[in-house]
């Protein structure tokens, strides 16, 4: 048993796909089942956390990443009261921000964030892979990114925060309307570059689901920026930073409970539509690039089979209860 684990895992075998794979539905319902740890497991992460000093570093991190938050939050605001320019001092908040990133790097054991590649300073679309929930914030500290998020985050006291960082807010029920503010978001060069998880949702990571188009719609670069977590001394199977637990606090406790582990950020090289025919074939070719580089399948699933399946749940426990 190797005490060494990834996230994703590479597979030798997906390292030279020419095209999209079907996948079974026991295949793909595997992809997003949550992790149903045995004994053992549980044992292991509870020693895993007394050990790395859990308790000290829940604290520090949280009380640090709340801080920062809350600052550069306060600050946003005070120029909007006072009527600035909100383009001043974006890059000193921006910063702020990201240092509570850090802070909550320290809550799950990250010791290093290590770079692949290079960045393509003409790219405006940035793609990345979404197995953890903080994805966004590695990619972060990586490159100066907004981000697509759901209307309801920017109804409530975090949008301060949100709004540092120049967000698309969009809506299930506006699909035509949110290509276009990813078009006009990626014209726009006074904004930061857009990071966009093509896959629509979140998976274990042992595959790439099929590209939605709307990364690759614009004129503009798209660059793949890939993320992979590293865990020393976690036999595969015993923990890990995939987010398939719909239970937050413990899907927290899990990741906390990582030992001293490291990321990685796989950047790849920049491509624009025009080397394609059309959308489409744009979004394939960088879905099979990506999961070749990764080693992951590239598979023709999707997640609108995801929210099918639970919209379906959610029809029959209702006519179950009527």
Not at 147 to 157: L, Q
Request: charged fraction near 25%; glycine fraction near 6%; charge should be positive.
């Amino acid at each position: 048993m190797s005490l060494f684990s990834i996230v994703p895992r590479d597979h030798k075998e997906w390292h030279e796909q020419t095209k999209l794979s079907d996948i079974t539905d026991e295949e793909f319902n595997r992809q997003i089942k949550p992790v149903k740890y045995a004994r053992k497991h549980i044992i292991f992460q509870i020693i895993c956390f007394i050990l790395t000093l859990g308790p000290i570093r829940a604290v520090f991190g949280f009380v640090g990443f709340f801080s920062c938050c809350a600052i550069a939050g306060g600050l946003r605001r005070l120029q909007y009261a006072l009527g600035m320019d909100t383009t001043k001092y974006k890059t000193f908040l921006l910063r702020i921000v990201q240092l509570g990133f850090r802070c909550l790097f320290i809550v799950f054991n990250h010791i290093w964030i290590r770079k692949e590649g290079t960045m393509d300073p003409d790219a405006r679309v940035i793609i990345c892979n979404h197995t953890a929930f903080h994805d966004p914030m590695i990619i972060s500290c990586t490159r100066d990114t907004s981000v697509v998020m759901k209307a309801s985050f920017g109804e409530g006291v975090a949008r301060w925060v949100f709004d540092i960082i120049d967000p698309i807010y969009v809506r299930r029920d506006m699909p035509g309307g949110q290509t276009k503010l990813i078009i006009d978001h990626a014209n726009n060069k006074e904004l930061l570059p857009i990071l966009i998880f093509p896959e629509g949702t979140l998976t274990n990571g042992d595959i790439f689901l099929k590209f939605h188009r709307g990364a690759f719609l614009t004129d503009h670069k798209v660059q793949p920026m890939l993320v992979r977590y590293h865990m020393p001394f976690v036999p595969e199977g015993w923990n890990s930073f995939a987010w398939t637990e719909p239970n937050i606090l413990l899907y927290f406790w899990y990741a906390m409970s990582v030992p001293l582990n490291w990321v990685t950020v796989k950047i790849l090289p920049a491509h624009s539509k025009s080397e394609y025919a059309n959308a489409d074939e744009f979004a394939d070719a960088m879905q099979l690039q990506c999961a070749n580089a990764f080693g992951v399948l590239a598979s023709t699933r999707s997640s609108n089979d995801i929210f099918r399946k639970k919209t379906e749940e959610k029809v029959e426990n209702k006519e179950k209860k009527e």
